[in-house]
């Protein structure tokens, strides 16, 4: 065993990347039909995404060398796949959430939020899930978490810095109290006293010590539960929409009902919900409802007002760069939510009219180019105060490229592209058909029972597994399935999609879980324990939203004539 763990198991990668594609070689050479081909490299990208063996970014990439070579598709066909709709959309919002981050304005949103609710520690929780909650539906999860945990270890330090000193203080008493001369019988008995009492002290540092301990740690929970439950609230919020938005579009182009106004429609409530029952939920764990003790820590919860005060007067006033970076990322909402807002005609209705698809990647690269245009800085002699000498200089833009070189995940643009392939492959090989006859048996179960097997399937596939990746290989499978057993496939592809999100409990299921897991020194145990329920929490709002909700918004309980039509048209440049 020890030859093995010194020699064998620091190369366990390598062994893997070798050992899976070897393991799969039967599949495609015993049965030599386009389904097996395709099935081969589905099962070895998700085997390799899930092990990690090779980095997730370069898995999304085998795509091109297997599919023409295995005679599926050509690479023309298997790069555009890397560069639809749906992946221009997510650059740019990505580069707004780099603006919004490099003007620093999401600090100043997340201390005004903290300002504006209560500084006792349930009420302080809270403002960190609000604020959380909101920046991850527009940015990053990971870059919200990151930004929040600072905020979050400062202002928990302050609140409980007095009793750390009055602890010390106690401790630093009894050991002096050692050091004396033997005393006297009267001595003795004073001493008595003064020890009891000291006694009791020291028996509640434990309990100070704890109660900091477990606010910290539902603190630091509450973040990244709020940024992976935020992240779904709107369609760029996290990969796995976004992978659910360009199947879609792949698998079934007739589709009109789901975009972002719709998809915010349906998960904002579930978002909001989730969000206050785990606020709950850690309370209930960590930091109990003793609210008359809270009332009585006027001075700790002062202190951590004036905390917050203090850093936000630091950012100074508002300056015309992040004014202009807030304008254009509400412009940039608007556009996105009145496009086709189902409710009323969008502004994109005259385009539509002529047979021209205008996207939701259209106006974000618009805004995004704006933003590369407009100065941060504006140093135009209009604008120039009377008193202002010397020469016009022309300033920085409010985004310049190499922020976005250095920023921009794009590992996360080739997963998306990866599955974007997978997604085109399974469905020109004729996996998807075989695959869809051979579950076609579940029909025999009512809807809602398929319903819940395919969230909490979902739910701990992504605990081990990349959320997009999971998203990947499950959803054009949901379509198929879907088909088969006569459900609209938004019934099930919309809330594995959102499941996919739900990764609550393992410190590897999603950055900011490790995040935390690292800020707070938690055990895992601590994670799961907590995790575990709040995955079943989601999973039944997410269902009982998708009978009710669902229902309303998109008639989800009906087949559609769009899911009759699969066809899909794959052009060469």
Request: hydrophobic fraction near 50%; glycine fraction near 6%; charge should be neutral.
């Amino acid at each position: 065993m020890d030859f093995l763990r010194q020699n064998v198991f620091p190369y366990w990668k390598s062994i893997l990347v070798i050992l899976i594609p070897l393991a799969l070689l039967p599949l495609p050479v015993v049965i030599p039909t386009s389904e097996s081909r395709c099935g081969y490299v589905v099962i070895l990208m998700a085997l390799y995404w899930m092990t990690e063996a090779v980095p997730l970014a370069i898995t999304s990439l085998l795509p091109v060398v297997l599919f023409p070579l295995l005679g599926i598709m050509s690479t023309g066909d298997v790069c555009i796949a890397y560069m639809k709709e749906t992946n221009m959309m997510f650059i740019g919002g990505l580069m707004v959430a780099i603006a919004i981050e490099h003007c620093n304005l999401h600090k100043r949103i997340a201390l005004g939020v903290l300002l504006m609710v209560g500084s006792s520690p349930r009420w302080l929780m809270l403002g960190f899930m609000i604020t959380t909650m909101f920046l991850s539906m527009w940015i990053s999860n990971t870059a919200a978490t990151a930004m929040m945990v600072p905020i979050v270890l400062a202002i928990i330090d302050e609140i409980y810095k007095d009793e750390e000193e009055e602890v010390f203080h106690d401790e630093y008493m009894s050991n002096e109290l050692k050091l004396e001369e033997k005393p006297t019988k009267e001595e003795e008995y004073l001493e008595s006293v003064v020890s009891s009492q000291q006694v009791i002290v020291t028996a509640r540092k434990p309990d100070k010590r704890r109660s900091k301990k477990n606010v910290l740690r539902a603190s630091l929970l509450a973040v990244a539960y709020s940024a992976n439950i935020g992240g779904t609230g709107t369609i760029i919020g996290s990969s796995p929409q976004l992978a659910f938005k360009g199947i879609l579009a792949t698998l079934y182009p007739e589709q009109t009902d789901m975009n972002f106004a719709t998809w915010m429609a349906f998960n904002v409530p579930g978002m909001l919900i989730n969000v206050f029952i785990a606020w709950i939920w850690l309370q209930l764990l960590f930091i109990g409802f003793d609210w008359k003790a809270e009332r009585e820590n006027k001075q700790a919860q002062q202190k951590a007002r004036a905390l917050i005060k203090m850093k936000l007067k630091e950012l100074g006033p508002m300056t015309f760069h992040e004014a202009m970076v807030l304008t254009l990322f509400i412009i940039l909402a608007l556009l996105w939510f009145f496009r086709d807002p189902q409710f009323i005609p969008g502004w994109a209705a005259p385009w539509h009219e002529i047979g021209i698809q205008v996207e939701d990647a259209t106006a974000a690269i618009l805004i995004v180019t704006l933003m590369f245009m407009i100065p941060a800085q504006p140093d135009f002699w209009c604008l120039r105060p009377k008193e202002a000498t010397g020469k016009v200089k022309a300033g920085p833009a409010l985004l310049n490229w190499q922020v976005c070189q250095d920023k921009i995940p794009w590992g996360i643009v080739l997963l998306l592209g990866g599955g974007f392939a997978l997604s085109d492959a399974v469905k020109v090989s004729g996996l998807s058909d075989w695959l869809g006859i051979q579950l076609e048996g579940l029909k025999v179960l009512p809807q809602f029972a398929i319903l819940v097997i395919v969230c909490v399937m979902t739910a701990i596939v992504t605990e081990v597994a990349s959320n997009t990746a999971t998203a990947n290989i499950l959803l054009p499978v949901l379509a198929k399935m879907s088909e088969q057993i006569g459900v609209n496939p938004l019934y099930l592809m919309l809330p594995a999609a959102v499941t996919c999100s739900y990764a609550f409990m393992l410190p590897v299921a999603t950055p900011p879980n490790a995040i935390v897991f690292t800020a707070g020194k938690m055990k895992a145990k601590e994670m799961i324990k907590t995790g575990f329920m709040m995955n079943i929490f989601c999973v039944i709002v997410l269902c009982a939203l998708t009978e009710t909700l669902g229902v309303a918004l998109f008639d989800i309980k009906t087949f559609p004539d769009w899911a009759n039509k699969t066809e899909i048209t794959i052009v060469s440049p």
